[in-house]
């Protein structure tokens, strides 16, 4: 990488032109570009696209959902057609095209290795670097007529407008920050309005983000259940009994709980808890499950006279909702990444200490 961002003019390269209409139902053929063909992306998503959407929020094929960065298209752009800049992940173009339905204009797809605009701006993936790159190497200056891209706003913490500016002789404005308000900006001469400038992050926003933490949760909930299953089993003689299945299930509930707890309770009532550390937040809920958990220990049989085994539980649970809580720092704007660094440094170690602890009485708990 060019540290001071004056890099020298680069060849022609438009990856995008390289996709296959055949696999990319999202392209709807192409307009011609000063060096090439340009594939134009279609303003409407289809059902194969909805399901797509709805399977990396569920965690599924998440990794590989992205598009050939370059140039695109949307509509029948010119020389005077505004230059709209994303991330080539996948979900974000497709919010992108949808709200550009009866516009002409070019779109660059910078590579963020199929990351979203704010976690690749945050990650270093949608930078001053890859902007300025992408403008050369795509020859805007031949393609366009003025000196204007549009950024996502989310992106401003990656980029300086005012390095693209001296290094590639593009003025970088940032646009609003839903997908929604690009035309109102474009119609407002570029300049946003103050809604376009305020981001909610109300409970179905953050309620759409849960499912995915749900799935990344399955292994600990795995590793739960087959735990209580084998600590029950030593009770038994035969691993078919109804009992077993039974007190195994009925033990495996609490922590199933604590999983869920931390995983969509905790960020569904995020702005009501107490503390603005999100590890503290995760404790509180953790906290009070244990206070249930006490008062409801009479109706687990794994737990009726056994102090050891409930103090357990009563270790492992606030870990759990703790752990699984900070990990939604990710997904907010609630937080920055400096205060998630620090309080993550602050909060594993005890965590895991806790969770260690727990699974020592658990099994102590068995043998003396």
Not at 108 to 119: A, F, H, R, S
């Amino acid at each position: 990488m060019v540290s001071d961002f004056n890099m020298p003019d680069l060849n022609y390269f438009n990856q995008a032109e390289t996709i296959d209409l055949k696999r990319t139902p999202w392209v709807n053929g192409y307009v011609s570009g000063t060096h090439g063909r340009i594939p134009r992306l279609r303003t409407i998503v289809d059902n194969k696209d909805k399901i797509g959407a709805i399977k990396v929020h569920l965690g599924i094929g998440r990794d590989n959902y992205m598009i050939p960065p370059g140039l695109y298209a949307v509509g029948n752009p010119n020389k005077s057609s505004p230059i709209l800049v994303t991330a080539n992940y996948k979900l974000t173009v497709d919010t992108l095209r949808c709200n550009l339905l009866n516009l002409d204009a070019w779109i660059i797809v910078v590579d963020t290795k199929g990351i979203n605009v704010w976690c690749a701006a945050g990650k270093g993936t949608f930078s001053t670097y890859e902007v300025i790159k992408k403008i050369k190497e795509l020859k805007l200056k031949e393609l366009v007529s003025h000196r204007t891209i549009i950024l996502p706003q989310l992106c401003a913490p990656g980029v300086a407008a005012y390095q693209v500016l001296r290094n590639s002789g593009f003025k970088a404005v940032f646009g609003p920050i839903k997908a929604g308000d690009i035309r109102g900006f474009i119609d407002n001469g570029m300049k946003a309005t103050e809604e376009m400038r305020t981001i909610s992050f109300g409970a179905a926003s953050r309620l759409l983000l849960t499912p995915i933490e749900v799935v990344h949760s399955f292994k600990v909930l795995l590793i739960m259940l087959v735990s209580v299953l084998i600590y029950n089993a030593v009770d038994y003689s035969s691993f078919y009994q109804s009992a077993l299945i039974m007190n195994t299930l009925i033990g495996f509930v609490p922590l199933a709980v604590a999983v869920l707890t931390g995983c969509i309770i905790v960020p569904f009532l995020l702005p009501f808890i107490p503390f603005r550390a999100f590890a503290a937040k995760g404790l509180l809920g953790g906290i009070i499950l244990d206070i249930v958990l006490i008062l409801l220990k009479d109706n687990i049989i794994m737990l009726q006279s056994n102090l050891l085994l409930l103090i357990a539980y009563c270790m492992i649970i606030p870990s759990a909702t703790t752990l699984l809580s900070l990990n939604f720092t990710g997904s907010t704007t609630y937080t920055s990444f400096s205060g998630v660094k620090k309080e993550t440094k602050l909060t594993l170690p005890i965590v895991k200490s806790a969770a260690v602890i727990g699974v020592i009485l658990a099994i102590a708990s068995k043998l003396l």
